[in-house]
């Protein structure tokens, strides 16, 4: 939604009612190369607005694959910083097959938990750090299903609960409940995936309140 915003090119209709469809596709895949250089340049930033976070020895949950997350984690390891990284592994994807290589390759130490033993482990973690698909105007996240119940269980283990996202997700929306974040969602999504179907629930809203900081690529 929000790169499709971006990338949607900003050309006045001309008088004739039609539009040159070489000058259109040249000026998407230019816009394309400027979200894809923004985009790097703000994982960049993003490492470094929040390596104070990290400390030698820390044991961090991850739920949900973040490329700024990974990022940052890297990042922090180049420097020397010993981390050890704790990944919840859903039962509807395999995305911990992806973090569990990056982690090798970089030496980090890596193990899996089950979402729903998240409770169980939260005692032997010193901070959660999640990524977002939506930032909204209120300070809170819209990101994947389980985001929410993570940042509640660290809540009541006083665990800091981090989100690391780019600007370009910044969205004006003031949602007051769960059920209003189905407003951000595309159309057709909401056509095969009704907000009263729970089975086809793949994103939720997690509250400002339970967010420890939220690290962008502007601070």
């Known amino acids: 939604m929000m790169i499709q915003r971006e990338l949607a090119p900003r050309t006045r209709k001309p008088k004739d009612g039609k539009?040159?469809?070489?000058?259109?596709?040249?000026?998407?895949?230019?816009?394309t190369r400027r979200f894809q250089d923004l985009s790097v340049e703000s994982k960049s930033l993003i490492a470094h607005n929040s390596q104070n976070v990290l400390r030698d020895g820390m044991t961090i949950l991850v739920h949900g694959v973040s490329e700024c997350v990974l990022n940052v984690l890297k990042s922090s390891h180049s420097k020397?910083?010993?981390i050890q990284v704790i990944f919840t592994q859903s039962a509807f994807d395999r995305e911990e097959d992806r973090v569990l290589r990056m982690c090798n390759s970089h030496n980090i130490p890596c193990k899996l938990v089950k979402e729903a033993a998240i409770g169980l482990?939260?005692?032997?973690?010193?901070?959660?750090?999640?990524?977002?698909?939506?930032?909204?105007?209120?300070?809170?996240?819209?990101?994947?299903?389980?985001?929410?119940?993570?940042?509640l269980c660290a809540k009541s283990f006083n665990k800091p609960f981090y989100v690391f996202a780019e600007s370009l997700k910044f969205l004006k929306n003031f949602p007051l409940q769960q059920d209003d974040i189905f407003d951000l969602l595309d159309e057709d999504l909401?056509?095969?995936?009704?907000?009263?179907?729970?089975?086809?629930?793949?994103?939720?809203?997690t509250q400002p309140e339970y967010i420890s900081n939220l690290f962008t690529d502007i601070g």
């Open 19 to 31: 539009r040159d469809i070489k000058e259109t596709m040249q000026r998407i895949a230019n816009r």
């Open 80 to 82: 020397g910083v010993r």
């Open 121 to 151: 482990c939260m005692d032997q973690v010193d901070a959660v750090f999640v990524g977002a698909e939506v930032v909204l105007e209120n300070g809170g996240i819209v990101n994947k299903l389980g985001t929410f119940t993570i940042a």
């Open 190 to 205: 909401e056509a095969t995936a009704p907000r009263t179907d729970i089975s086809n629930i793949s994103i939720d809203y």
